[in-house]
């Protein structure tokens, strides 16, 4: 059953086979950051960091790479970062003006901070669109942390939520060659991307000066995604294309027959925006996934899928309504478990908007006739800007096949499998297949430790005054689509 997936999987994307002691599953945002701390620390040649943004506040963080560059004088650091998240706050302190110091210090054969901006925001598009949601419109949203010859895939950026009450997944592989590729990668959007230089306050940051300055090299590949989109999305897919093309041909072996290793690991690329023809890997490659629990020799099998941010793209959204497997679990952010809970202005209107989409797809279950077999769950603990309140930001695929009690597959990265994932952002993702056991029950455990404070909801649940959808959220919906931006 494995065997026939993997052949298919064989032909979208890279696969690496290791053993399954070479993953380790972390649970919390504390065990994430302690050990992210604890693997810069002991950095001896590389540290590259691709994320969305690094908290503003992030000062520890910072402080712990100072330290490992001064302890290791062959360290070497490199950043991707969002242009557009990046430097939000400019030119008050912002994530830029937080890292730009350590160029001053170490110098830039030592550190490199690269911020990649979108071709989709370009001029009066870009000088119209506030802000708070311009990221609307396309970003830098994969997460690699990698570590000298160890990497961390996971869904969560690098700011003081995420390490303390903002539940996200995290997986450790030990791997050099796949790290080795991860490098490649933020290698290569790195070359497509503006570079930071220290500014005259780089130190602080004033109202004067944001404290960095932005270039964009002579060196890099293709023009400025601002002063030349369309070129520099021709030249930009020249770079990306090669790195996402399976890196030998199928092969003969299967999972079951390999006598040495018992774990595949299959990176899987979302680089819609930058690739004409898309020739992007994660949504095949979960695709390919999906369409097998469609048959029917998956009637007995199980699975379960989240994401902080509900808002599914229609032809996944129809697989899983499609799947044969008796039992499917859909876990989602409740409205006061969303990062957005709370916030002024028009992100404000976000929570509601995706309690929206949640009713929808809860009514697409009716519709199908799967209300006994899908289940939708919402994720709280506490309630955000309370004392104890979480947030929920999670994303991911498991599957256990046929009578098995625990998954053989999960699928961990940045994706929130939206229709903005597959066309605006750059996304990385893992998707892993296993036969071993002690994987499969940790992956089991890790299922538990998100299902433990989530909850059932049905469509009594969304007739309550404090789900009501207000007609002001529904024509904000609209507008975001209508300009061009996405969920």
Known sequence: MLGSLTSELDRIAPRFDIHASQIRILQTPTEFYDTLKEKILSARSRIFLSTLYIGKTGHELVSTIQQALQTHPELKVSFLIDALRGTRESPDTSCASLLAP?????????????????PNLTGLRKKVVPKRINEGWGLQHMKLYGIDDEIIISGANLSNDYFTNRQDRYHVFASKEITDYFAGIHKAVSSLSYLIHPGPDSETGSRDSPGYLLEWPNSNPAPSPLANPQ???KHSGIILKPLLEPIASPSEKTLTDSLSYDTIVYPLSQFTPLLHPDTSTE??????????????EFAASKWMFTAGYFNIHPELKALLLASKSHCGTVITASPWANGFYGSKGV?????????LLSRRFLESVHRANRASQIALKEWRRGTVGEPGGWTYHAKGLWVALPNEPNPSITLIGSSNYTKRSYSLDLEVNTLVVTKNEGLKKRLGEEQEWLLEWARGITLDDFTRVERRVGVGVRIAMGIVGLVGGAL
């Open 347 to 355: 992100s404000g209107l976000l929570p509601p908007a995706y309690t």
């Open 283 to 296: 949504h095949p490659g979960l695709i390919t996934v999906l369409k097998a629990l469609t048959a029917n």
């Open 102 to 118: 350590l160029i001053a210090e170490f110098g830039p054969d030592r550190v490199e901070i690269r911020m990649y901006h979108t």
């Open 231 to 233: 070129m520099f999305i």
